[in-house]
Structures are given as C-alpha cells and as structure tokens.
T-cell receptor, first 112, second 113 residues
Framework: EDQVTQSPEALRLQEGESSSLNCSYT??????LFWYRQDPGKGPEFLFT???AGEEKEKERLKATLTKKESFLHITAPKPEDSATYLC?????????????FGTGTRLTIIP | ETGVTQSPTHLIKTRGQQVTLRCSSQ?????VSWYQQALGQGPQFIFQ???????GRGNFPPRFSGLQFPNYSSELNVNALELDDSALYLC????????????FGPGTRLTVT
C-alpha cells in the first residue's frame, strides 16, 4: 500500500527565513508526486507535479525537488501570505485504481 | 480559481440519515475523484469516476456511493450517517485518469450529530 509521511507536522518561521519541508514516500511504481497548498476551510490548491528522480520545479518562492524516496519543498525568503498547510501526495501504478495518497501535511506559519 | 464548484458549503445531519453532496467539474474534465478530509488529516480517497463509471475505490464501506453525469457534474451519496462521517468532503476533477493534476473544489463541511 502506498504511504506518504510529511515532516515536520508544524513549522514556524520568521519572515525571510528560508527552510524546507520533507515528504517521504513508499509507492509501487511512482507515476507522479504532487504538492498542494491548503488554506483553512478550503480545498487544496495545486502547486507542482514531479515525475522522476532529479526533477525540480519552481514557482515564485517555492521549489520542489524529487529523489527516489523523498521530495522536498524549499521555501526561500517566505512572506506571511505563504502561511498554509502544504500537502504532498503520490500516485502509484495501480491500473484501474488510480488515486492520490496524501500525507497529513505540514502546517507552515510565517511570522511578520 | 479552479472552476470546480461544490454544494452545499455546509450541512448538518442527524445520525442514520442520508445525504447527497454535489460537484461540478471543470468543463472537459472527464474524471472526478471524491475525498474525505477529517480535521488535521490529509484527504483520504473515497472513489473515482471516469466517463460515468467507477474507476477505483478506497477503503470506504458500500454506504458511500457515487454517480457521474455527462454534463461534468457528480454526486456523493452517504447512507446511514455515522458520527465519524463528520468531515470536509472534497471533489477533484482532472483531464484523465492517470497522472494529471487534480483540481479541487472548496469542499462541503458535513457535521453529523
């Protein structure tokens, strides 16, 4: 069964203080690893898809990287508006039962 | 703005009752997935529909059922509600079944008393 573990559970940073969020995964045949951002009481907002080890994607202050066992979401010089829960999910190669398996998320707070 | 809408926004039901939640996918997206998200947890996969047929199911009992319609709308039905069914229910649409980004709606907050 596919598994996703995210760490830390919560992270408080000062504005401008860079850091990284970790997503470790176990999956039978990775089709894709996805990062989402979720604000309280709202649906997840798509950020990135990574398909193979070594791949990197960037968007504003966020950069996602992928290895064979984990993914990192690097946040550079964060601002208070980056405060949210960041979710990682994987899709495995179970044909006919395609689904996303999510981690429990990292709750990020950026202090002005 | 993803273009995925859900109704109602909030709902309060009594244990044992039945509920229907609705989702309208982005135009052209022929796949819809439903998730249950308990407070402080990540979304858990309930099932997926592709071109109006169930394409996969998570570890949820048969009292969770769904329908997908040709007009990109779908429903999640839950019978015999239990207290543990209280959660945020999310639908997500995607272009196809495999490895396409899923775009989520805002969710329906269901409270069972």
């Amino acid at each position: 069964e596919d598994q996703v573990t995210q760490s830390p559970e919560a992270l408080r940073l000062q504005e401008g203080e860079s850091s990284s969020l970790n997503c470790s995964y176990t999956v039978s045949g990775l089709r894709g690893l996805f990062w989402y951002r979720q604000d309280p009481g709202k649906g997840p907002e798509f950020l990135f898809t990574l398909y193979s080890a070594g791949e990197e994607k960037e968007k504003e202050r966020l950069k996602a990287t992928l290895t064979k066992k984990e993914s990192f979401l690097h946040i550079t010089a964060p601002k208070p508006e980056d405060s949210a829960t960041y979710l990682c999910a994987v899709e495995g190669s179970n044909f006919g039962n395609e689904k996303l398996t999510f981690g429990t998320g990292t709750r990020l707070t950026i202090i002005p | 703005e993803t273009g995925v809408t859900q109704s109602p926004t909030h709902l309060i039901k009594t244990r044992g009752q039945q509920v229907t939640l609705r989702c309208s996918s982005q135009s052209g997206h022929n796949t819809v997935s439903w998730y249950q998200q308990a407070l402080g947890q990540g979304p858990q996969f309930i099932f997926q529909y592709y071109r109006e047929e169930e394409n996969g199911r998570g570890n949820f009992p048969p009292r969770f059922s769904g329908l997908q319609f040709p007009n990109y709308s779908s429903e999640l039905n839950v019978n015999a509600l239990e207290l543990d069914d209280s959660a945020l229910y999310l639908c997500a649409s995607s272009l196809d079944r495999v490895t396409y980004e899923q775009y989520f709606g805002p969710g329906t907050r269901l409270t069972v008393t």
